[in-house]
């Protein structure tokens, strides 16, 4: 038997030994449904297709798009007769790079996910698969004279269209500034011809020399490091620099060297709300704005941007974690800046950790990976004090400027009177930095005004009728509302258990809640809520972070929101009204994130003229989290908490996978996730705790039981929970087991 190399066409496939008759050309077709492998489909005769090329099929009934995934010359236990013929290869479009389908099959194995629904991910937008439609423009016809009688307004239309480039009519018109009817004229006279426009032209390409920005010399070194690693091959770089120390300004300068190596540049942000002042910033250095991927971008512009990145007419991209799995045909570095940010984990369909899986596709496509963070995660400082990440530390503030002073307040002493929420001390430096003209940041990390609401007389609390949780008074909107399913009703004005109409009260506070005593405090200061669900959306969002970036608020209230990214000029006071929110539950990063948290969210003071204090209201002030905040060392928290975990055989230095069993019927559910329990695999390094009842025990009417598996770091989790699945039984009565490999949530 001859060893021939793979082959990479159909026709390269048969054309190795000479025609073969009966023998139909195959193509294994992945689908983005949740189907555990590729079809064979029929290449009819005429069709050329290889690895990646991106197809519409049949699928039983409908008709869906997917890619080639394979060749082959037979489909081993499937009769000819069932095979079915691919319909449609889209051809506008480049086929599937290898490395992305590495990085598919890659993350299907790791997550445990289906290949075809994490192909879904890169197949997000089947607009971009079609040509885009030319438009009709109109241009001068240089053979036609131009018509005996010129007015003046049909004097301006020609000399618009005196450098030859062709114009829609709209457009021209609206640039002579006459109406359309004197361009209509003008065709029929024959001066203009109709033409065929290309609809989106391709976007200007960002200028990395435009406008270099001085650098401090701890930032130019670091800088140095990153440029000389563009175009060398996979790297990861972990870049831990205290807030205000110029990161941004640092990796800028390894994108500007992707552009001018000819490569393509992804940077991952984890917050919406950052997008409009991170491209403000990247304009004024690279002369023109990134392409933006996010959920809150038209399908119009999703299809541009995907059909950009695949042509290679986008260089740089600024998106949330899913920008991840864009068909990149030139990708040669991939930040993810505030890399221990939460929001890069997806939790449904595929839970998979977006900075981790950028480090993936790094190594696949030999490119390097920066990761920036002013608090990373501890799997990346264990990383990089292992040597497999380089470590780069910008310790100090690029303005010069001094990291803000912390005091505690001890709320067990020094608290604020019954029924108030910001204590003596804090008040008086609200104050006084009102006084001196500078702002002040309040930070709650709570929705709303009120998490639940009681009835006094007869004890009823108003929960969510589809979860296990209170319903969330807004008191701006009018409604209580539920914040895991989006349950809302109007705010009661009665006792629906008892119907007294006096005794209904909130209990504790919100952002909504500071916000009003600090306006009954400070009755001359501007106040601003900052809060996600707040109406306006994204829009609103950006004229207030315009407001604040301008002084035009005194004092902000905010929830975590405030915490990432943000540079206020003015903010010289930040005050958390509850420090210890984050560390009374059973979640085993609580200290590590309530760490980031507050760390990012008091260094939001004195970045830029120095003079920030930060407050931290607590009732455990000898907490080594509070402890390590006020005294502004970091580097042995991080030590602590990594020897937590080694001794715990917790992330990075063990292995957990979550399965979480879910039903609209609990007694279905409970008895899938007994039935998981009996069927765990007898090896002596799987631990199994469980099954318990999640502590969100019904999310949006389905009740939810989880399981804990943990084994060491060297141990194939992967193997063990596959061997699982396939002895336990199948779900039934609309009952799912989601595996979620490296929890972020234990709720």
Same mark, same amino acid.
């Given at each position: 038997m001859t060893n021939r190399p793979p082959a990479r066409t159909i026709d390269d496939l048969f054309a190795k030994d000479g025609p073969r008759r009966n023998v139909p050309k195959l193509a294994r077709v992945l689908l983005p449904v949740a189907i555990g492998m590729a079809y064979?489909?029929?290449?009819?005769?005429?069709?050329? /297709?290889? =690895?990646?090329? #991106?197809?519409?099929? @049949?699928l039983g009934p409908r008709e869906v798009v997917g890619a080639v995934w394979g060749l082959e010359e037979d489909a081993a236990g499937v009769a000819p007769a069932r095979l079915k013929d691919i319909l449609h290869v889209y051809d506008d479009v480049p086929p599937l790079r290898e490395d992305l389908r590495a990085l598919v099959d890659w993350v299907a194995g790791w997550t445990l996910a289906t290949p075809g629904m994490v192909l879904r991910m890169v197949l997000r937008s089947e607009a971009a698969l079609e040509p885009e439609p030319p438009v009709a423009g109109v241009r001068r016809v240089e053979a036609v004279a131009a018509p005996e009688r010129l007015t003046p307004a049909r004097k301006r239309v020609l000399a618009v269209l005196e450098d030859g480039f062709a114009w829609s009519k709209s457009g021209l018109a609206h640039a002579a500034g006459v109406s359309t009817s004197v361009v209509d004229g003008l065709i029929a006279h024959g001066a203009l011809e109709v033409v065929e426009m290309r609809r989106s032209p391709a976007p200007p390409a960002p200028d990395p020399d435009f406008a270099r920005i001085p650098l401090t010399g701890s930032q130019q070194a670091a800088a140095d490091t990153l440029v000389e690693a563009v175009g060398k091959g996979f790297a990861t770089f972990l870049i831990d620099g205290v807030t205000g120390s110029g990161k941004t300004e640092v990796y800028f300068e390894a994108v500007a060297e992707a552009i001018r190596q000819? +490569?393509?540049?992804? /940077?991952? #942000?984890?917050? #919406?709300?950052?997008?409009?002042?991170?491209?403000?910033?990247?304009? +004024?250095?690279?002369?023109?704005?990134?392409?933006?991927?996010?959920?809150?971008?038209?399908?119009?512009? +999703?299809?541009?941007?995907? +059909?950009?990145?695949?042509?290679?007419?986008?260089?740089?991209?600024?998106?949330a974690r899913s920008a991840l799995f864009l068909p990149f045909c030139e990708l040669g570095l991939v930040v993810v800046d505030e890399e221990h940010d939460t929001a890069y984990k997806q939790d449904d369909r595929v839970p998979y950790n977006a900075r981790d899986m950028a480090v993936v596709r790094g190594h696949l496509s030999r490119f390097p990976v920066v990761l920036a963070s002013a608090t990373p995660s501890v799997e990346s400082r264990v990383n990089a004090d292992a040597g497999r990440y380089r470590l780069i530390e910008l310790p100090e503030r690029a303005t010069g400027a001094p990291m803000p002073e912390i005091s505690i307040v001890d709320l067990r002493q020094d608290g604020p009177d019954r029924g108030q929420w910001i204590a003596p001390v804090l008040r008086r430096a609200i104050a006084d930095t009102f006084a001196g003209g500078g702002q002040s940041l309040l930070f709650l990390n709570r929705r709303g005004y009120a998490p639940l609401t009681l009835c006094r007389t007869c004890g009823h609390r108003f929960q969510c009728p589809n979860c296990s949780a209170w319903l969330v008074e807004h008191r701006f909107r009018g409604q209580l509302a539920c914040h895991h399913c989006g349950h809302c009703e109007p705010t009661p004005d009665h006792c629906p258990a008892c119907g007294d109409t006096q005794s209904l009260v909130a209990c504790g506070p919100g952002v909504e809640r500071i916000a009003e005593e600090a306006s009954d405090l400070f009755p001359e200061a501007r106040v601003l809520v900052l809060s996600s669900d707040m109406q306006g959306g994204t829009e609103r969002m950006k004229r207030e972070m315009k407001v604040i970036e301008e002084g035009g608020a005194d004092i902000v209230v905010g929830t975590q929101l405030v915490a990432k990214g943000h540079n206020f000029p003015l903010m010289r006071l930040v005050g958390v009204i509850d420090a210890d929110l984050g560390l009374a539950n059973g979640d085993p990063r609580a200290a590590e994130r309530t760490f980031q948290l507050l760390a990012q969210v008091t260094g939001r003071a004195g970045r830029i003229g120095g003079g920030g204090r930060g407050f931290l209201q607590t009732h455990a002030p000898e907490h080594p989290v509070i402890r390590a905040l006020a005294s502004g060392d970091s580097r042995a928290f991080y030590d602590a908490e990594i020897a937590a975990r080694r001794v715990a055989g917790l992330p990075p230095f063990g292995r957990l996978?979550?399965?979480?069993?879910?039903?609209?019927?609990?007694?279905?559910?409970?008895?899938?996730?007994?039935a998981l329990a009996r069927c765990v695999p007898a090896d002596p390094s799987l631990t199994v705790l469980g099954p318990a009842e999640a502590a969100m025990a019904v999310v949006r009417g389905r009740h939810r039981f989880r399981l804990l598996?943990?084994? =060491? $770091?060297?141990?194939?989790?992967?193997?063990?929970? $596959?061997?699982?699945?396939?002895?336990? @039984?199948? =779900?039934?009565?609309?009952? $799912?087991?989601? /595996?979620?490999?490296?929890?972020?949530s234990f709720f």
């Open positions: 064979s489909y029929r290449v009819p005769e005429g069709m050329t /297709v290889e =690895p990646g090329t #991106i197809v519409r099929v @049949p000819g +490569r393509q540049a992804l /940077v991952l #942000i984890p917050e #919406i709300a950052l997008t409009s002042a991170f491209l403000e910033r990247f304009e +004024r250095r690279f002369a023109v704005r990134p392409a933006e991927w996010h959920s809150q971008i038209t399908p119009k512009q +999703r299809a541009a941007v995907w +059909r950009g990145v695949g042509n290679g007419d986008v260089r740089v991209v600024v998106g996978a979550a399965l979480v069993v879910s039903g609209p019927d609990k007694a279905a559910a409970e008895a899938q996730a007994r598996a943990m084994a =060491p $770091r060297g141990v194939d989790l992967q193997k063990l929970l $596959r061997a699982w699945l396939v002895a336990a @039984p199948k =779900p039934r009565g609309g009952v $799912r087991v989601q /595996v979620d490999v490296d929890p972020q």
